[in-house]
């Protein structure tokens, strides 16, 4: 048993409950609501029902947490080794492998069904799909067997987008399918940016993140054509898509430019690791705002600004 001695008895009922809410790793499931709303902003052309937006988000939660945790019970051979992990709840003994499933299934059952009743089938479903998908083919085949892990595997990281336009229209159109694109393109400059920053920890536990097996160069190469590619196309929502507007365009060029700066900045410098953590860093920022960008993009009080801006040209003119 790797657990500790640390008895669950000698908890107090709120360091139970804060357990059991560091397993749902609480720190990357907002990046997947942003994704979820940004979806739905456009799928409703800026007039989201604030119910449904609720539900949706709320059921994404439930899902999120339930993958996350499920991913902290198969990994918790390689959390006690790590030294950045080894405090999480179960390496530490304050949760118990077998509690910590129930809760997981428990928190799967309340997302589909929440989405289910309350939104629809289809977005139950692709919520649901994003747990399988995280933890089958991601943490149980990928993770420890292929450096294209994180690649592959960002296509659970990805679905959050589908299931926000889903829950909106109950279709999956080609603009849900390019959202779902973005995201799971920008997830490999994202993540291997952070694996740089501790590839001496995956080499320690044997896990084939790019940075230990194929070196610094190799990756920073690959996030810079990532990149490349993700930013150009955060482009086509634009055009030829048409699925947002002249704003969206301006703010996700401009984000894409940094973004493009950045990773030509580590290209410069692999070894750099400060440079890697402002990559990192910017990826979290770039992805919110791009989503904010959506959002601004969609509301209708932004298209009639655009029209009397527009109208007040054609009068000086």
């Not at 800026?46 to 993958?67: E, I, K, R, W, Y």
């Not at 947002?244 to 493009?260: E, N």
């Not at 440079?275 to 992805?287: D, G, P, Q, T």
């Not at 993009?297 to 527009?310: E, F, G, Q, R």
Request: hydrophobic share 50%.
């Amino acid at each position: 048993m790797i657990e500790t001695n640390v008895s669950r008895q000698n908890q107090t009922f709120l360091q139970v409950i804060q357990s059991y809410y560091q397993l749902t790793k609480p720190r990357i499931i907002p990046l997947l609501l942003i994704t979820t709303a940004g979806s739905m902003w456009i799928a409703a052309q800026g007039q989201v029902d604030p119910l449904l937006l609720l539900v949706t988000l709320t059921g994404g939660t439930l899902a999120a947490a339930s993958a996350q945790t499920i991913n902290c019970i198969y990994d918790r051979d390689i959390d006690y080794d790590m030294e950045r992990t080894r405090h999480r709840p179960i390496p530490s003994g304050k949760v118990q492998p077998r509690d910590a499933l129930i809760f997981a299934i428990a928190l799967a059952v309340m997302s589909f069904t929440l989405l289910a009743v309350f939104a629809n089938l289809l977005a139950a479903c692709l919520a649901f799909s994003g747990i399988v998908f995280y933890v089958l083919i991601y943490t149980h085949w990928l993770k420890r067997h292929s450096t294209q892990n994180i690649v592959i595997g960002g296509a659970a990281g990805a679905i959050p987008a589908l299931v926000g336009w889903a829950a909106v229209t109950g279709t999956l159109s080609w603009a849900a399918w390019l959202l779902f694109a973005i995201v799971f393109l920008w997830t490999p400059p994202h993540f291997w940016a952070l694996a740089l920053m501790i590839r001496d920890d995956y080499a320690k536990v044997g896990i084939p993140m790019l940075p230990v097996v194929q070196g610094d160069l190799a990756t920073v190469r690959q996030i810079w054509y990532y990149t490349l590619v993700t930013v150009g196309t955060t482009i086509l929502l634009f055009y030829p898509l048409h699925a947002s507007g002249f704003v969206y365009a301006t703010i996700a060029l401009s984000l894409g430019g940094l973004f493009v700066h950045k990773s030509w900045r580590l290209l410069q410098s692999p070894e750099d690791r400060t440079v890697a953590r402002e990559l990192f860093l910017y990826s979290i920022s770039y992805m919110m705002l791009l989503c904010l960008g959506m959002v601004i993009d969609s509301l209708p009080i932004t298209h009639h600004l655009i029209s009397m801006v527009i109208s007040q040209l054609h009068l000086i003119s």
